[in-house]
């Protein structure tokens, strides 16, 4: 078990009791320890780690790399998660799958196997081609279905029969059709579909960012954070809770999964949330919320900042440098709701005597940070590739790892043993074996992403979907938005983050940016793909599927869809973001020098003035907490009528100081951000004036009195 430094009265949980409850929300087996199958999925989670380890330092053709990494992949995904769930197959793998296993590996290996026949015949595919391809989509969507659920393998399917029944298809959305044999070769035999970028960017970047966090939370940098945010927070009103947010942010940065987040943090902040006042759903809520957020945060984004970058032909850091101000300012956003609820339900911190001080646990778990600040410094400084960048945190941590008992035994003056210098090498074989398993989901979701992006090539469904939002909007961008923002939550109720981005990016965010032309938005790609991935996140607490919500709640003891709904409100904030960059393209940084044309690389440039990042990033912040006190109805007290919709006209200013200026004719850009600022004063100085009247409002059972 963990030592409990933190707090006398709330349990803690070892790393093995998380990883079990990881496993149970994400509905795997929980084998046995010590069985032959429990033995059997750890060599296997091992060998993929150092595979993906090995073709970094000894690259190998990467059409190969994909057509291994899925291989471990469909491996692990029927090792890893029943058929159907009962309590026999929960804990044992039942026979049928050492058949379909090998069955889906050997298909997946065709590729390797039959690379050069395959290129010198390439669209004149054979039998065996066609066989192999056809149940390698079958073994795909099976293991799909088992680690994802249903939707991203009907959604597939869709498309595939979309592809061939095109000519029957009604006349709005009718196209040519596909025989089955350039349908299997665009999705399996070529790298136009399931081997092409998104799974290619799965095995090359994800996998070492995923296994450089997994390394890095098995080395107790996940207690670290939550016990850092707990003793520096937990002393102000709703301070469990605020510490919550913080250490999701920080579990975010290594970390693309909502539901691990959740799981990691949210068993030790939501026994105290509910302890100090919080009811259940809401203690739930908050940890969704800022479990759910951890995925905007840089560097791992929820492996979609790969991908963006990869589909854009941007830099990594390119990404990251767009996603900061809107991801910073969600999380502001966030611990100000916390903040709001704890005044408004009459929370207090925690008591401080049961809190440590904050720079003796900084100092000594300061070696979790250095890693950190050493990955952001040979992205940024050094300017290295994203792959050599991951691969030199993890030979950092590795070193890490293996010193961090001895320096401890040492410093705390204690005997060596064996296990003092056997125990790092240990946790680092742990953290390759999670950081596999994590991989699972991900890998297996851009392959299957992969027959999407491949039908949107093959048929030419973009121009098509073009002409149909058109037509539903009217012409009307706003509309436009709001009809992909809409797609992208139904999508993404049933989709992981990452499935959900590259399904809406190659489906919707080339017409966002054909119908922004044609109404005279010009924006870069990168708002529009930033644009539909927000919305997927936001779709990770949605009712009634979003699975961080259920996670939460099981742990809170609240009902799932009550916890949903509260969560998804705390996070509707994060809603507006996407509409106010693609707007004011300033807030993901960059600027047009060339309006006439978006995409000329030359026409849009980073946006370097340090004064203007400072006040861009202000006001945003100033826009959202006027939002957030608006809908939730709370800013020094109660908010009436008339301050809400003071609120509510705060947000352009703040947020689109640019198009305020231009519309109003206010001349200086600066202009729309004095207004906001004054309306904030004045709704200030109306509240401490009612406060100094009436005394301030405290909540009670039935309501607000003061």
């Known amino acids: 078990m963990k030592e409990n430094t933190t707090t006398q009265d709330t349990e803690t949980i070892s790393p093995e009791e998380e990883e079990k409850l ?32 090995y073709v970094v330092i000894h690259p190998i053709n990467s059409v190969f790399v994909r057509s291994i990494h899925l291989s471990f992949a469909l491996a692990l995904a029927f090792a890893m998660y029943p058929m159907f769930k009962s309590p026999k197959t929960m804990t044992t793998i039942p026979w049928y799958n050492f058949l379909i296993a090998p069955a889906a590996i050997v298909t997946a ?26 149940a390698g989509i079958f073994f795909l969507l099976k293991a799909a279905r088992r680690s994802l659920g249903l939707a991203l393998p009907v959604i597939a399917m869709v498309f595939l029969l979309y592809d061939y029944l095109g000519p029957y298809m009604p006349d709005l959305i009718a196209h040519k059709g596909a025989s089955l044999n350039k349908i299997i070769g665009q999705m399996f035999l070529t790298t136009e579909g399931i081997f092409g970028v998104p799974l290619g960017v799965s095995a090359s970047f994800v996998f070492l960012f995923v296994l450089f966090g997994a390394l890095l939370d098995r080395a107790g940098a996940g207690e670290y954070f939550i016990s850092m945010a707990y003793n520096l927070l937990g002393r102000y009103d709703g301070g469990p809770a605020k510490a919550s947010v913080a250490a999701s942010g920080l579990m975010g940065i290594i970390s693309g999964s909502s539901i691990a987040n959740t799981v990691t943090t949210g068993t030790f902040t939501i026994p105290l949330m509910k302890r100090l006042g919080f009811p259940a759903h809401k203690a739930g809520a908050v940890e969704v919320a800022s479990s759910v957020n951890g995925q905007l945060m840089p560097p791992i984004m929820g492996a979609a900042a790969f991908i963006i970058a990869e589909f854009l032909g941007l830099g990594y850091t390119e990404v990251v440098k767009a996603a900061f101000i809107p991801a910073f300012t969600s999380y502001f956003a966030l611990f100000y709701i916390v903040h709001l609820e704890a005044r408004k339900l009459g929370i207090k911190g925690e008591d401080p005597s049961k809190l440590e001080k904050v720079y003796p646990i900084f100092i000594r778990g300061i070696h979790f940070i250095i890693p950190i600040f050493f990955l952001i410094y040979t992205l940024l400084v050094l300017k290295q590739s994203a792959q050599a960048a991951a691969w030199s945190a993890i030979q950092f941590m590795m070193i890490i790892m293996v010193l961090q008992y001895p320096f401890k035994a040492l410093i705390n003056k204690e005997a060596f043993t064996l296990d003092t210098f056997t125990q790092g090498f240990r946790d680092i074989g742990s953290g390759m074996i999670n950081g596999a398993k994590n991989m699972v989901p991900i890998a297996i979701a851009t392959g299957v992403a992969g027959i999407v992006v491949g039908s949107v090539t093959l048929t030419g469904i973009g121009l098509i979907l073009a002409d149909v939002i058109d037509q539903l909007s009217n012409g009307n961008i706003i509309l436009v938005l709001v009809l992909t923002a809409v797609v992208s939550l139904v999508l993404g ?90 707007f004011n393209n300033k807030l993901l940084l960059i600027e047009s020098v060339n309006p006439a044309d978006p995409n000329d690389p030359a026409g849009w440039v980073w946006i370097t003035n340090p004064l203007e990042i400072l006040g861009i990033f202000a006001f945003a912040v100033m826009g959202m907490f006027a939002f957030t006190s608006a ?64 005394g301030h409002y405290v909540p009670t059972k039935v309501g607000f009195t003061h």
């Open 109 to 134: 290996l065709y590729i390797v196997y039959a690379y050069d026949d395959l290129n010198a015949r390439s669209g004149a595919w054979e039998h065996i081609d066609v066989i192999m391809g056809v």
């Open 22 to 53: 990881i496993e149970q929300f994400e509905g795997q087996r929980t084998l046995e320890e010590g069985t032959w199958q429990h033995r059997l999925v750890i060599v296997i989670a091992f060998l993929w780690s150092a595979f993906q380890i």
């Open 493 to 582: 109720m049933g989709l992981p983050t990452t499935a959900n981005y590259i399904v809406m990016a190659a489906l919707t965010a080339p017409v966002i940016m054909q119908l922004a032309a044609d109404n005279g938005y010009i924006i870069p790609a990168i708002a529009a793909h930033m644009f539909v991935f927000y919305f997927g996140i936001l779709a990770d607490d949605t009712p009634p599927v979003g699975m961080a919500a259920y996670a939460a709640a099981g742990i809170a003891k609240a009902d799932p869809i009550k916890t949903g709904l509260q969560g998804f409100m705390y996070d509707i904030r994060t809603a507006i973001l996407p509409f106010m960059f693609f």
């Open 631 to 694: 809908v939730q109805g709370f800013y020094l007290t109660k908010v009436n009528i008339l301050e809400r919709l003071m609120f509510l006209s705060i947000i352009p200013f703040a947020f689109l100081p640019d198009l305020m200026a231009k519309t109003l004719h206010l001349g200086s850009n600066l202009v729309p951000w004095a207004i906001a600022f004054g309306i904030y004063f004045v709704i200030y100085l109306m509240q401490k004036a009612r406060i100094k009247k009436h």
